[in-house]
């Protein structure tokens, strides 16, 4: 029981360092405070937030192997899939802000330029749509967590 704690433990860290940081890009990816130490604070915001997503998928995955429950149950229901699928989802759009984040460091650095007004809406609409994402998989797992909707 104690394993499971600490794996739980684990799991929740993770998922919460990755909401402050997907947060904190949310919130500093504007027009009107964009600048060079901007840029280079998301491009920093942004590796916390990949180390983190990391840190959940390995902490999920320690979970189902050494967990309680085990791996037969957990893999055998349709809300980690869920869970599993919007994540993915969620890491593949998230490479559209990072490859900005790093395209505006690059020209930043090179020239001073900062980047247009419409590339930082669309890079933070990108990140907003994560963020609201996240929310799905939150839901999944209370209900998996409760037994809801499992086989």
């Known amino acids: 029981m104690i394993l499971e704690s600490f794996l739980a433990y684990f799991h929740l860290v993770a998922i919460f360092t990755m909401v402050v ?8 990816c504007r027009t009107e405070w964009m600048s060079a130490a901007v840029i280079h604070r998301l491009v920093r915001l942004d590796l916390i937030y ?10 999920g995955l320690a979970r189902t192997f050494w967990g309680y429950k085990g791996v037969a149950w957990y893999w055998s229901q349709p809300l980690l899939h869920f869970k599993i699928a919007v994540f993915i989802a969620i890491g593949l759009m998230s490479l559209k802000p ?3 984040f790093l395209r505006w460091r690059r020209k930043v650095v090179a020239t001073g ?3 247009p ?5 669309a890079a933070r609409r990108w990140v907003m749509l994560e963020t609201h994402l996240l929310g799905l998989i939150l839901l999944a797992a209370v209900f998996l967590a409760r037994g809801v909707l499992t086989r």
């Open 98 to 100: 990072t490859f900005s």
């Open 21 to 28: 940081f997907m947060a904190s890009e949310a919130a500093l």
């Open 50 to 59: 990949g180390i983190a997503a990391m840190s959940v998928v390995a902490a």
């Open 117 to 121: 007004e419409e590339e930082v809406r």
């Open 113 to 115: 330029e900062l980047p």
